[in-house]
């Protein structure tokens, strides 16, 4: 996770400039690079304009063009307001095409502990137990993300609801960051860290960030899951993939491994669904929004809980929500996606 989130600080000339330091992640499906990586880096950058004081409280984005993976990513950030209690940044992430991404981000003064304040919070589910510690079965990882041993998260997906109506279907998995060397939130140690000297965030920053990566992961995929229709299990769309796919004969290989096990896990998903007459094309995140709720009680380090549900679909885009509670049941974050969700269309031929 240290590599993701490590940006580096462009020119002076250049303002609130930054830009990735390593090549980010591609999913082998994907029309661009993966869209976790462009949130964690926004708000990366955008921490690193903002005095220690200040957590972020909420994340809005919108994505416009598919990223580059062999093309570096320049962050720029807009100092858009510094006031008392809150501080909103903007970022544009570009590449030679022109702008990818575009986020708003707000931030707000830690509250005096002895403050009177309204309180409640969705529970985390309790009938779900918590992966251990120690995961010495790794074959219960998700495919969905990064594999080896230099893979920034761990997935672990849990069973999906039957019977019920699709918009009250709940879809859950584990998610805990890998190679975070920041201290946990608990012991912060950048109190006395000037605004804007350094790029990479610590403390609970990078964990916010963490969150952010992982919280792109399973997302829009929420609305072809409900209905169980077959994306990875398709022959076609693998082909498609596969022919499209440029890299070394070994590196096809590892594609192919890789599209299979994914393949795998829907198919076990699905179970005795069957043939479809459905399938899923295309699905491409439209916007992203996430609102932190207790920034400074969690470890992205441990096990925490992500739930899913999507109200609603249609015209070929589909809406989720996500909430997120840590390893001991606090509500970390609530996240909103919109995204486009299209499926195969019968061929016609034309007559004259």
């Not at 074959?139 to 594999?147: D, G």
Request: charged share 20%.
């Amino acid at each position: 996770m240290d590599r993701i989130l490590c940006l580096d600080r462009l020119s002076a000339v250049e303002g609130d400039s930054f830009s990735n330091v390593h090549a980010p992640w591609t999913p082998a499906w994907g029309r661009g690079l993966y869209g976790g990586v462009l949130i964690a880096q926004s708000l990366v950058a955008a921490q690193s304009t903002v005095h220690p004081d200040f957590d972020a409280h909420s994340l809005h984005s919108h994505f416009v063009r598919p990223a580059s993976p062999v093309e570096p990513i320049t962050y720029h950030v807009r100092r858009v307001r510094d006031g008392h209690n809150y501080v909103t940044r903007t970022v544009e992430a570009v590449q030679s095409v022109g702008c990818l991404f575009t986020a708003t981000i707000s931030f707000m003064r830690q509250l005096k502990s002895n403050k009177s304040v309204i309180e409640h919070a969705n529970y985390r589910p309790a009938d779900l137990q918590a992966p251990p510690v120690v995961l010495r079965d790794e074959s219960k990882l998700s495919a969905s993300t990064e594999q080896g041993i230099h893979r920034p998260c761990d997935v672990i997906r849990c069973g999906i609801e039957k019977g019920c109506p699709r918009s009250d279907v709940k879809l859950s998995h584990w998610i805990r960051a890998r190679g975070l060397s920041h201290p946990s939130p608990e012991f912060p140690s950048s109190t006395s860290r000037k605004p804007g000297r350094w790029p990479s965030p610590t403390g609970h920053g990078a964990h916010l960030a963490a969150v952010a990566y992982m919280s792109d992961n399973y997302f829009i995929g929420t609305v072809s899951r409900v209905h169980r229709l077959p994306r990875f299990t398709n022959d076609d769309i693998i082909h498609g993939i596969l022919s499209r796919f440029r890299g070394s004969r070994e590196e096809s290989q590892e594609c192919q491994q890789y599209l299979t096990s994914l393949a795998l896990e829907e198919a076990t998903e699905n179970g005795e669904v069957g043939v479809h007459s459905k399938v899923v094309r295309m699905m491409a995140t439209l916007n992203h929004t996430i609102f932190f709720h207790n920034p400074r009680m969690f470890s992205a380090g441990e096990w925490m809980m992500a739930e899913m549900e999507t109200p609603w679909a249609g015209n070929e885009r589909g809406l989720v929500v996500q909430r997120i509670w840590s390893s001991g049941g606090v509500l970390i974050a609530t996240c909103f996606q919109e995204g486009v969700v299209r499926l195969g269309q019968p061929s016609r031929t034309t007559r004259l």
